[in-house]
């Protein structure tokens, strides 16, 4: 079976996690997201989005499905490779003070799953008073480092001054990730979770480019993937994210996937679709260039 | 009208300071119809003069407020610690001294076991006593190649795992980058999984059940056998979610003629709302009865000091470690501790670090302020490394601590050398700082982490010995008295129970310690080596030798 992405979204109370995860639940445009949420706080999921409710599970218009974890998470992800149909791909909104590093790090243990990266959402606002609080400063700060995406979210709530700082704040710590504003936690699903710029490369798709750019590459020469993984989550492309299929000096075909500075590669099935899509933030994206180097590198 | 026996015995220690020491107790119905001289006692009218105390010595039966009934259960586990340890059957099993002596019995026990595909957990293994002694899947290999075999660390926060272990749980590979697993030069990992993140998805394949902290019908028995050797007649499962399964299973057994304890389970807060929480918590209470007492609320700030995972005021670990994890969001504590005093709830909060501490403290001062509540007896557990300050603060709010003996006895060095240093060694498990302070105080062995035995723990407090035999904190010792006051009405007290046990006195529970020896006239130095003929609970009578 194929393994079960899963991107974990952090960050502490309030940045807007859950308003982020309903952006993505109303754009899932066809592809079956499975929510889990670390507990059902205040109700998670916004009511019209809602078909139905029980204890455990919660139902969501386009197949997609929001569960609790509470304390054992492990058994959670199990529960959801048991429904019937399968989702594409799970979205796991840690908690407040949760390090999504470790989360991230015991779903890459689990045999069946497959870590897509990790998001952490700031509140543009309130995020370097949060980083002061007195018990729950470092938690904050160690949130952002374990970042592959910030999502620096109510960039409308503050003026230009604060917004330049905590970007600088935000970017301070987190080394290795791309950083992203969003109003309401609204961003192009493409960004935040790898399915989608796969699925829109299968279905030839595409979503709001205002954002972010694209450039689709067709491989056509054999290549080291890890050679193409490291070019991918280079500072040199400054990517947001790549995914795609190539082909190594042997003939055999592996999956290649990047997300900011993290990348990871695997066998893949022999009918998989050979070619390349790499995604990166307006305006420093240029396309032609990613081509170019990553042309270099297959000759 | 009721049958009365009285009991005569070598001497009964009441903890009733208008008679600290009587000869005879006589019971009706299962409590204490009135402590004293027979002659005192006759008073009462008929009765049956029972003598087979008569050269024993009779305590309140103790209270353990701080332990989890799953030591019933982990005694499925082949036993690897260091130091000798009583089973559930009264079978003492001899520490293991070396990673060779721990292969040896778990080579026994692989012997014993048909099913060729069943895992064999091992439990308690600890190496910090042994130069910190590696152990790899190739040593546990040579127990067995074809099942997985894993075994867990006293501390709870290590496991080491075999080959096969390995294989079924998928992470028999090379290539893995993750922090709590350790590779060989071969690039495999080398079988050593810290910290829980790393061992959950080999435990399962290797014999540990998922849910950790449960515990079932035949688990609870063998606690109960347990409570029996040690003296121990009231006891906390602190905590578990309390499921209807898991009441239903607790109320039967509980309520079987012969189950020896009274059991106080606390609803662990996570995975529940604080509506939620507070909802379920008034339901459970609703379902107590005498010998389950439900209703109270456990929250967890933070982790352990020896696994670097509680929250450290400046300067934070001694070797320099991250400070820990915060188990909860102020916001979210506050919520819990503002319903809870509101609803009348009781709620003991887990803080290990003072820092956590000292958030409980800060947000308790708040809500008490919104929600001014005489008696709350809300309670810090562990506590260990709250300072002066700090208890004196409890005192003020009218918060208790049960702190935590046994710890400083078997981390004691390990955290003087390596995780806070030697001055805030000096002063964890401040037991003389409570008492003087005045803030009401119990001191407990979280078993199964360390043993239960009161005794035992009383021992730890008064002696403040660590396991290599160095006094540490010689100004934070108590009195025998003080000791065995904690373990029986200081513990009765965190829990609300202190009008119905931790005394011998008329209308209390007929609940006692049944002892060999007298635990004040012993040197203290020996208190823990007083032995335990059995109990008295609710008027029955239980002989360990019997169970």
Same mark, same amino acid.
């Given at each position: 079976?194929?393994?079960?992405?899963?991107?974990?979204?952090?960050?502490?109370?309030?940045?807007?996690?859950?308003?982020?995860?309903?952006?993505?639940?109303?754009?899932?445009?066809?592809?079956?997201?499975?929510?889990?949420?670390?507990?059902?706080?205040?109700?998670?999921?916004?009511?019209?989005?809602?078909?139905?409710?029980?204890?455990?599970?919660?139902?969501?218009?386009?197949?997609?499905?929001?569960?609790?974890?509470?304390?054992?998470?492990?058994?959670?992800?199990?529960?959801?490779?048991?429904?019937?149909?399968?989702?594409?791909?799970?979205?796991?909104?840690?908690?407040?003070?949760?390090?999504?590093?470790?989360?991230?790090?015991?779903?890459?243990?689990?045999?069946?799953?497959?870590?897509?990266?990790?998001?952490?959402?700031?509140?543009?606002?309130?995020?370097?008073?949060?980083?002061?609080?007195?018990?729950?400063?470092?938690?904050?700060?160690?949130?952002?480092?374990?970042?592959?995406?910030?999502?620096?979210?109510?960039?409308?709530?503050?003026?230009?001054?604060?917004?330049?700082?905590?970007?600088?704040?935000?970017?301070?710590?987190?080394?290795?990730?791309?950083?992203?504003?969003?109003?309401?936690?609204?961003?192009?699903?493409?960004?935040?979770?790898?399915?989608?710029?796969?699925?829109?490369?299968?279905?030839?798709?595409?979503?709001?480019?205002?954002?972010?750019?694209?450039?689709?590459?067709?491989?056509?020469?054999?290549?080291?993937?890890?050679?193409?993984?490291?070019?991918?989550?280079?500072?040199?492309?400054?990517?947001?994210?790549?995914?795609?299929?190539?082909?190594?000096?042997?003939?055999?075909?592996?999956?290649?996937?990047?997300?900011?500075?993290?990348?990871?590669?695997?066998?893949?099935?022999?009918?998989?679709?050979?070619?390349?899509?790499?995604?990166?933030?307006?305006?420093?994206?240029?396309?032609?260039?990613?081509?170019?180097?990553?042309?270099?590198?297959?000759? | 009208?009721?049958?009365?026996?009285?009991?005569?015995?070598?001497?009964?220690?009441?903890?009733?300071?208008?008679?600290?020491?009587?000869?005879?107790?006589?019971?009706?119905?299962? #409590?204490?119809?009135?402590?004293?001289?027979?002659?005192?006692?006759?008073?009462?009218?008929?009765?049956?003069?029972?003598?087979?105390?008569? +050269?024993?010595?009779?305590?309140?039966?103790?209270?353990?407020?701080?332990?989890?009934?799953?030591?019933?259960?982990?005694?499925?586990?082949?036993?690897?610690?260091?130091?000798?340890?009583?089973?559930?059957?009264?079978?003492?099993?001899?520490?293991?001294?070396?990673?060779?002596?721990?292969?040896?019995?778990?080579?026994?026990?692989?012997?014993?076991?048909?099913?060729?595909?069943?895992?064999?957990?091992?439990?308690?293994?600890?190496?910090?006593?042994?130069?910190?002694?590696?152990?790899? #899947?190739?040593?546990? +290999?040579?127990?067995?190649?074809?099942?997985?075999?894993?075994?867990?660390?006293?501390?709870?926060?290590?496991?080491?795992?075999?080959?096969?272990?390995?294989?079924?749980?998928?992470?028999?590979?090379?290539?893995?980058?993750?922090?709590?697993?350790?590779?060989?030069?071969?690039?495999?990992?080398?079988?050593?999984?810290?910290?829980?993140?790393?061992?959950?998805?080999?435990?399962?394949?290797?014999?540990?059940?998922?849910?950790?902290?449960?515990?079932?019908?035949?688990?609870?028995?063998?606690?109960?056998?347990?409570?029996?050797?040690?003296?121990?007649?009231?006891?906390?499962?602190?905590?578990?979610?309390?499921?209807?399964?898991?009441?239903?299973?607790?109320?039967?057994?509980?309520?079987?003629?012969?189950?020896?304890?009274?059991?106080?389970?606390?609803?662990?807060?996570?995975?529940?709302?604080?509506?939620?929480?507070?909802?379920?918590?008034?339901?459970?209470?609703?379902?107590?009865?005498?010998?389950?007492?439900?209703?109270?609320?456990?929250?967890?700030?933070?982790?352990?000091?020896?696994?670097?995972?509680?929250?450290?005021?400046?300067?934070?670990?001694?070797?320099?470690?991250?400070?820990?994890?915060?188990?909860?969001?102020?916001?979210?504590?506050?919520?819990?501790?503002?319903?809870?005093?509101?609803?009348?709830?009781?709620?003991?909060?887990?803080?290990?670090?003072?820092?956590?501490?000292?958030?409980?403290?800060?947000?308790?001062?708040?809500?008490?302020?919104?929600?001014?509540?005489?008696?709350?007896?809300?309670?810090?557990?562990?506590?260990?490394?709250?300072?002066?300050?700090?208890?004196?603060?409890?005192?003020?709010?009218?918060?208790?601590?049960?702190?935590?003996?046994?710890?400083?006895?078997?981390?004691?060095?390990?955290?003087?050398?390596?995780?806070?240093?030697?001055?805030?060694?000096?002063?964890?498990?401040?037991? #003389?700082?409570?008492?003087?302070?005045?803030?009401?105080?119990?001191?407990?062995?979280?078993?199964?982490?360390?043993?239960?035995?009161?005794?035992?723990?009383?021992?730890?407090?008064?002696?403040?010995?660590?396991?290599?035999? #160095?006094?540490?904190?010689?100004?934070?010792?108590?009195?025998?008295?003080?000791?065995?006051?904690?373990?029986?009405?200081?513990?009765?007290?965190?829990?609300?129970?202190?009008?119905?046990?931790?005394?011998?006195?008329?209308?209390?529970?007929? +609940?006692?310690?049944?002892?060999?020896?007298?635990?004040?006239?012993?040197?203290?130095?020996?208190?823990?080596?007083?032995?335990?003929?059995?109990?008295?609970?609710?008027?029955?009578?239980?002989?360990?030798?019997?169970?």
């Amino acid at each position: 079976m194929k393994p079960l992405p899963v991107t974990v979204i952090g960050g502490y109370l309030g940045a807007g996690k859950t308003s982020l995860v309903n952006h993505l639940l109303r754009n899932a445009d066809g592809l079956r997201l499975a929510v889990l949420v670390n507990e059902f706080g205040a109700l998670p999921i916004d009511e019209d989005l809602i078909v139905a409710q029980d204890d455990d599970i919660i139902s969501i218009a386009g197949g997609c499905v929001c569960c609790s974890y509470g304390s054992d998470m492990a058994a959670a992800l199990s529960d959801l490779r048991k429904l019937d149909p399968a989702p594409d791909h799970v979205v796991l909104e840690a908690s407040g003070v949760a390090l999504p590093g470790a989360i991230a790090g015991s779903v890459g243990l689990m045999q069946g799953y497959s870590m897509d990266g990790v998001v952490i959402v700031a509140d543009a606002e309130t995020l370097q008073a949060n980083a002061n609080h007195k018990y729950m400063g470092d938690t904050v700060t160690r949130q952002l480092a374990d970042a592959d995406i910030v999502v620096l979210n109510k960039v409308d709530l503050v003026n230009d001054k604060t917004r330049a700082e905590s970007e600088a704040f935000a970017r301070s710590y987190a080394k290795n990730a791309q950083l992203l504003m969003a109003e309401h936690g609204a961003l192009p699903p493409e960004v935040l979770l790898q399915s989608f710029v796969e699925r829109n490369r299968d279905s030839g798709t595409g979503h709001d480019t205002s954002v972010f750019d694209s450039v689709s590459l067709s491989l056509d020469s054999p290549c080291d993937p890890a050679a193409l993984g490291q070019l991918l989550a280079s500072e040199e492309l400054d990517l947001v994210r790549a995914k795609g299929f190539v082909r190594d000096a042997d003939g055999a075909i592996h999956a290649v996937q990047s997300v900011s500075r993290r990348w990871s590669s695997e066998a893949a099935p022999e009918d998989s679709p050979i070619g390349l899509v790499c995604i990166g933030l307006k305006p420093a994206f240029d396309g032609d260039a990613v081509a170019r180097k990553i042309a270099e590198l297959t000759g | 009208m009721s049958q009365t026996t009285i009991y005569s015995a070598r001497k009964i220690i009441t903890m009733n300071p208008n008679q600290p020491e009587v000869s005879h107790v006589a019971v009706r119905e299962g #409590r204490v119809l009135g402590a004293g001289s027979l002659e005192e006692l006759a008073v009462w009218g008929d009765y049956t003069l029972d003598a087979r105390f008569a +050269d024993k010595v009779l305590m309140p039966g103790f209270v353990e407020g701080h332990a989890h009934t799953m030591e019933g259960t982990m005694w499925r586990n082949v036993y690897c610690g260091f130091f000798d340890r009583m089973d559930p059957n009264g079978k003492v099993w001899a520490g293991v001294k070396s990673i060779e002596a721990m292969l040896e019995r778990l080579k026994e026990a692989e012997a014993k076991l048909d099913d060729p595909d069943a895992p064999l957990p091992g439990w308690q293994l600890d190496p910090i006593y042994m130069d910190n002694a590696l152990v790899s #899947r190739a040593d546990l +290999d040579r127990v067995s190649s074809t099942r997985a075999i894993g075994v867990l660390h006293a501390s709870g926060h290590i496991m080491n795992v075999n080959t096969k272990g390995l294989e079924l749980a998928g992470l028999m590979k090379t290539g893995i980058n993750h922090p709590g697993i350790p590779l060989g030069p071969d690039g495999y990992p080398t079988g050593e999984l810290r910290g829980p993140d790393a061992y959950m998805p080999v435990g399962e394949h290797v014999g540990f059940d998922r849910d950790v902290l449960g515990c079932d019908a035949e688990g609870l028995r063998d606690f109960g056998k347990l409570c029996v050797r040690t003296g121990t007649t009231t006891i906390t499962d602190l905590a578990a979610r309390l499921g209807d399964e898991a009441v239903e299973m607790m109320l039967e057994v509980t309520s079987e003629a012969d189950f020896p304890s009274r059991i106080v389970p606390l609803r662990h807060f996570m995975g529940l709302t604080p509506e939620e929480l507070i909802a379920h918590a008034k339901e459970l209470k609703d379902k107590s009865t005498d010998q389950l007492r439900l209703g109270m609320i456990k929250v967890v700030a933070d982790g352990s000091i020896q696994g670097f995972s509680a929250r450290l005021r400046w300067p934070g670990y001694h070797n320099g470690a991250d400070n820990g994890l915060w188990y909860i969001t102020p916001d979210h504590l506050s919520q819990i501790l503002n319903l809870a005093l509101e609803n009348d709830l009781h709620i003991h909060t887990h803080t290990n670090g003072d820092q956590a501490t000292e958030l409980v403290l800060e947000t308790m001062e708040e809500a008490l302020r919104n929600h001014p509540t005489p008696d709350h007896r809300y309670t810090l557990q562990h506590c260990q490394l709250a300072d002066a300050a700090q208890f004196r603060k409890m005192k003020q709010l009218g918060m208790c601590v049960n702190l935590f003996a046994n710890h400083h006895f078997y981390w004691g060095d390990e955290h003087y050398t390596l995780t806070v240093g030697p001055e805030r060694a000096l002063r964890m498990n401040a037991c #003389r700082t409570a008492l003087e302070t005045g803030v009401p105080m119990a001191i407990h062995s979280d078993a199964p982490v360390t043993p239960l035995g009161p005794l035992f723990t009383a021992w730890c407090a008064v002696n403040r010995l660590t396991a290599s035999g #160095r006094v540490q904190g010689e100004g934070e010792k108590i009195s025998v008295a003080d000791a065995l006051y904690a373990i029986t009405i200081g513990a009765a007290y965190t829990l609300k129970l202190d009008g119905e046990v931790g005394s011998i006195e008329v209308g209390k529970k007929a +609940d006692f310690a049944v002892l060999e020896d007298d635990p004040t006239a012993v040197d203290p130095s020996d208190l823990k080596d007083v032995k335990v003929w059995g109990t008295v609970q609710g008027g029955r009578v239980f002989a360990a030798a019997d169970l």
